[in-house]
């Protein structure tokens, strides 16, 4: 059971436009950055957004990241079948003085 | 660019213990403010962190692995090391090390390829 809850998965064509939950709670969404990354199959994760829409070099700005309460979200634009992976959100929780994560999400294109 | 390369068994046995090596490249932690981590994925399942070592040695653990954990550096070869006592078959996952995307940021930018642990007798 993971601390931070994302849907098991989502899909959407290509083109299209998705987007991806993460909601947790005060002691960590709340009141910590997030961070967003996806898993290739097989592959490690990779960092595509960090301080909750802050891109590293090299990430497109398809992919953006909002947070509002207890909820961060990750959008993508374009989708491109390139895109079908798993995402996982991150973030400090202050109560377990911990880093925790989603279960991840997997994506579909269609 | 950092490269992280992780290395150490890929079986243990039951209550053993677990040591994993992460050997650090076209970087050197003794001099780089950052986190350095451990983090495990189980087969067909979501992130865990393990926990952080720090440049100057300081380490936070996962609260519950924080009993059975050891997080330790050797600066002279550029590397840092995990030891997960007492393992199960609970503890089977693929392990990587991974390095802040900026100090203080919430990030992992930098990742190992990952090395598979099976705990089996």
């Known amino acids: 059971q993971s601390v931070l809850t994302q849907p098991p998965s989502v899909s959407a064509a290509p083109g299209q436009k998705v987007t991806i939950s993460c909601s947790g709670s005060s002691s960590n969404i709340g009141r910590n950055h997030v961070s967003w990354y996806q898993q290739l199959p097989g592959t490690a994760p990779k960092l595509l957004l960090y301080?909750?829409?802050e891109r590293p070099s090299g990430i497109p700005d398809r992919f953006s990241g909002s947070k509002s309460g207890m909820s961060a979200t990750l959008g993508i634009t374009g989708l491109q079948t390139g895109d079908e992976a798993d995402y996982h959100c991150?973030?400090?929780?202050?109560?377990?003085?911990?880093?925790?994560f989603g279960g991840g999400t997997k994506l579909t294109v269609l | 660019q950092v490269q992280l390369q992780e290395s150490g068994p890929g079986l243990v046995k039951p209550s053993e213990t677990l040591s994993l090596t992460c050997t650090v490249s076209?970087?050197?932690?003794?001099?780089?403010?950052?986190?350095w981590a451990w983090i495990r994925q189980p087969p067909g399942k979501g992130l865990e962190w393990i926990g952080n070592i720090y440049y100057t040695g300081s380490t936070l653990y996962n609260p519950s692995l924080k009993s059975r954990v050891t997080i330790s550096v050797d600066t002279s070869k550029n590397q840092f090391s995990l030891r997960l006592t007492s393992v199960s078959a609970a503890d089977a996952a693929v392990y990587y090390c991974?390095?802040?995307?900026?100090?203080?940021?919430?990030?992992?930018?930098?990742w190992g390829q990952g090395t598979l642990v099976t705990v089996s007798s």
């Open positions: 991974s390095k802040e995307v900026d100090p203080g940021a919430m990030g992992f930018q930098h």
């Open positions: 991150g973030t400090w929780d202050s109560s377990l003085s911990a880093v925790v």
């Open positions: 076209r970087d050197t932690i003794s001099s780089s403010p950052y986190y």
């Open positions: 301080d909750n829409n």
